[in-house]
């Protein structure tokens, strides 16, 4: 029979592969999005606009950190959650051009899509919460 702390340990051990396969995901999908994207142009884009550019600066720091994050959790979620507050922030404010209206609606934030971008970041930091709870448990008393 299991003890209550090997059931713990294999929670976080799930949780951890999770994160990892879904950070994958969401990373391999954005990165096949931007090479099918550019493959796509003939012709190369006379010019970008600052904050688009800035918002694809930031969807590549988060590429990177959930590549970061599979071996190093705590740099990739922490790089993570800078990159992805920062595009919220710029979508939020409805600063991106297109179809972004800004603002607390499925144009803005709350698109299922960029919402799920959030997925892996959380898991990783639950995973390293429950971590730090079980440690706090088991430190003796002095």
Do not use: H
């Not at 969401?26 to 688009?52: C, D, H, R, T, V």
């Not at 297109?98 to 930091?125: C, D, E, H, Q, R």
């Amino acid at each position: 029979m299991k003890t209550d702390r090997e059931r713990k340990n294999a929670a976080i051990v799930v949780i951890r592969w999770s994160a990892r396969i879904l950070g994958l995901i969401m990373a391999g999908f954005l990165l096949l999005m931007f090479i099918g994207q550019s493959l796509e142009s003939n012709s190369l884009p006379e010019s970008i606009e600052l904050i688009a550019a800035i918002g694809l600066a930031l969807m590549g720091f988060y590429v990177v950190a959930m590549f970061l994050a599979l071996k190093w959790e705590r740099v990739g979620s922490l790089l993570g959650v800078a990159a992805l507050g920062g595009f919220f922030v710029i979508m939020f404010l409805g600063l991106l051009p297109g179809n972004v209206s800004g603002g607390f609606n499925t144009k803005g934030v709350l698109n299922p899509i960029f919402l799920a971008l959030w997925l892996p970041i959380l898991l990783y930091l639950l995973c390293r919460g429950l971590e730090r709870r079980g440690r706090e448990r088991t430190k003796p008393v002095l």
